[in-house]
């Protein structure tokens, strides 16, 4: 069984969201839907997966902006440990950003996706076990965007 944890309030570090099938992952996208939007952005690990320095040899970054019903996919990892993102419909937000635990980041302007496409990505991380959801196009994440 896949194990995966998600953080998106400084209280996971502690504590961290556990998902294991498809209803924990439409529950984490609920519960981000239900934050404001200083905490609009989840970070998930598989549990089981290599360590590189210390580190996990991966990682995925959901993002969602409620009001807008969009949000936004990117992956970090894999065997070429690259950064990509889902590219999607161009933002018509001045600055394009989403904020993880209360810190901003900005994301790529061409990365606006549905709810239910940020859904099937949480899917298919937990059912992959950490692996990049492979029924997704993947652009590589521009320099410059942090």
């Known amino acids: 069984m896949s194990r995966v944890e998600a953080f998106f ?5 502690d504590a961290p969201v556990v998902l294991t099938n498809a209803n924990d992952a439409d529950a984490l996208v609920d519960a ?9 952005v989840a970070t ?3 549990d089981g997966r290599p360590l590189m320095a210390g ?10 902006n409620a009001k807008a019903e969009v949000g936004g996919i990117r992956y970090a990892g894999g065997d070429d440990q690259d950064v990509r993102y889902v590219p999607g419909a161009v933002s018509e937000r001045g600055e394009m950003f989403y904020v993880y635990a209360t810190n901003g980041e900005t994301w790529p302007k061409d990365s606006e996706v549905s709810i239910e496409q940020v859904r099937q990505a949480v899917r298919e991380f937990v059912d992959g076990n950490g692996s990049r959801p492979g029924s ?3 652009k590589e994440w521009p320099e410059g965007v942090r």
């Not at 981000?32 to 609009?40: M, R, V």
């Not at 580190?55 to 969602?64: F, N, S, T, V, Y």
């Open 9 to 13: 309030r400084h209280e996971h570090d």
């Open 32 to 40: 981000l839907l239900a934050e404001t939007f200083d905490y609009s």
């Open 44 to 46: 998930l690990y598989a």
């Open 55 to 64: 580190l996990p040899d991966h990682e995925m970054r959901i993002a969602i």
């Open 136 to 138: 997704f196009e993947w």
